[in-house]
């Protein structure tokens, strides 16, 4: 038989009120990527035929990141937010384009895998008209109901329409709903907005299908595979799963995580062989490993590339931009950003290096500094390989150190160094001998005359 082509649409309009927050709500992220991204990624796994994103008019972060994240995905503006049926219905031209699934998803269902979603979509293939996703959450209150009868679907009733004796069923209502294409239109056209709210509740697409005595199914789901985000809260709760999921995955893989519930993972952070993370690490997003590193204690990493080999931390904070090396070794208290560490450099002990690249072997000694900004711009630093930085210097970008070059601790160095050249930039040494005896006893004179006077 062949494949049924789908089409996904992704609900991801609005603000997100009981978000408290000035941000749309399906940019909030998890595990360093925002909610859209995540639905939009678990919908890429099943690879659909088309997927069409509604957003809310003048939402324009939002179009931007779900282009980022699904470059064929094709926005569609809800003007005014009446409610998730109203939503599908803006996506109408992708609808009517025609497809033998349509797939319908919130966009603050973060945790949705590709294959709960086709779960989802397999009673379709069986006949049925419309499977909704349904799941039994701890605490359900807030989402809507599946009402059953004998074990079948009569309709959903929302939390805030619903009578006491509905409040009780522990059955819920995911969020992800699939009607088969044939007929979708025609039971999306007739629901209502006669409910508490005056919305047009896609919930309402069950009773109206069992009215046309179209077959509903519910496919009930875990409920991590589907919280719901509508509070910060609940996005707590959410990045909690999504943490514990990227742990057993990076373990499964064959990182050693001496203390996995103190390690922080991006839904992106990739791992090579053998690679140690110590406890207390943070890895935001984009951030490689490579094999045999090792990420020791305390340390924060984002946007950086660790060669193989390469040794970061305890206490290291790698910014965005930084690549390092093979065997590079990055000790503690060091800052790095948009900057280059080539193999074997080390740079072991409190330093900030921005903007700049460090050839291969050389040595930044303890204090070092590249001073790349001037209250203006940013300038670069090009230190040559097995150049030696003596401690505690100030490199003055743009500048450019030779290679083999040394630079004497405690330098302000403002002048290009030549290759295996001596650079030093500091006031020299002067020595007063016998100074601190006279002082003392100058002093000691002085404290004998105030006694007098007590
Ligand atoms: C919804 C369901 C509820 C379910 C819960 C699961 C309805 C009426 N209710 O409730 O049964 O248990 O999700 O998490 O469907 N949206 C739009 N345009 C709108 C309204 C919503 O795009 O006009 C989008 C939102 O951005 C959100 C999603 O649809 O991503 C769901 O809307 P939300 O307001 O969060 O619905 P819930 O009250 O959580
Ligand atoms: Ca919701």
Redesign the pocket.
């Known amino acids: 038989m062949a494949a049924r082509s789908c089409l996904a649409i992704v609900?991801?309009?609005?603000e997100?009120t009981r978000m408290r927050s000035a941000r749309p709500?399906?940019l909030h992220e998890v595990a360093g990527r925002s909610l859209l991204a995540h639905v939009l990624t678990a919908i890429a796994g099943i690879e659909p035929s088309a997927t069409a994103v509604?957003i809310?008019s003048g939402q324009d972060d939002v179009a931007a990141e779900a282009g980022r994240a699904l470059p064929h995905a094709i926005c569609f503006v809800?003007r005014e937010?009446?409610?998730?049926a109203?939503?599908v219905l803006a996506a109408r031209a992708a609808i009517e384009r025609g497809a033998d699934d349509i797939l319908v998803i919130?966009?603050?269902?973060p945790l949705i895998r590709p294959a709960t979603l086709q779960l989802l979509r397999a009673p379709l293939a069986k006949g049925a008209a419309l499977a909704v996703m349904g799941f039994r959450p701890t605490d359900p209150s807030?989402?809507?109901r599946l009402v059953t009868k004998n074990g079948r679907l009569l309709r959903?009733v929302?939390h805030a329409d619903a009578v006491p004796q509905e409040r009780a069923i522990d059955l819920?209502?995911?969020?992800a709903m699939a009607f088969d294409g044939n007929g979708a239109l025609a039971i999306l056209e007739r629901i209502g907005n006669r409910n508490r709210k005056s919305?047009f509740?896609?919930?309402d697409a069950v009773e109206i299908a069992r009215g046309m005595n179209k077959t509903v199914v519910a496919v009930e789901v875990e409920e991590d595979d589907?919280r719901?985000i509508?509070s910060k809260k609940e996005l707590a709760e959410a990045e909690a799963v999504a943490q514990q999921r990227l742990r057993r995955a990076a373990l499964d893989a064959g990182v050693t995580l001496v203390a996995p519930e103190t390690v922080f993972l991006s839904a992106d952070t990739t791992f090579g062989k053998d690679v140690v993370v110590e406890p207390y690490v943070v890895f935001g997003a984009n951030v490689s490993v490579g094999d045999g590193a090792v990420i020791r204690a305390f340390s924060h990493l984002a946007g950086a590339a660790v060669g193989k080999g390469a040794s970061v931390g305890p206490f290291a904070r790698l910014r965005p931009g930084t690549r390092l090396g093979d065997g590079a070794r990055i000790g503690n208290f060091v800052e790095i950003k948009e900057a280059k560490i080539e193999a074997g450099a080390k740079a072991n002990h409190l330093s900030y290096i921005g903007d700049a690249v460090v050839g291969a072997g050389a040595n930044i000694g303890a204090g070092t500094i590249t001073c790349n900004y001037d209250g203006y711009a940013k300038h670069h630093t090009a230190i040559g390989e097995n150049a030696f930085i003596g401690s505690n210097s100030a490199l003055v970008a743009p500048v450019a150190i030779g290679a083999g070059a040394y630079v004497g601790s405690g330098s302000v160095i403002t002048a290009d160094v030549p290759a295996d050249a001596l650079a030093l930039g500091r006031g020299r040494q002067v020595v007063k001998e016998g100074w601190a005896s006279r002082l003392r006893a100058l002093k000691s004179i002085g404290r004998k005359k105030a006694h007098a006077g007590d």
Do not use: F, P
């Open positions: 609900l991801a309009a609005g997100g709500k399906v509604v809310g809800q937010r009446r409610g998730t109203h939503a919130y966009g603050d269902t807030g989402y809507g959903i929302e819920c209502n995911a969020g919305e509740y896609l919930t589907v719901g509508n």
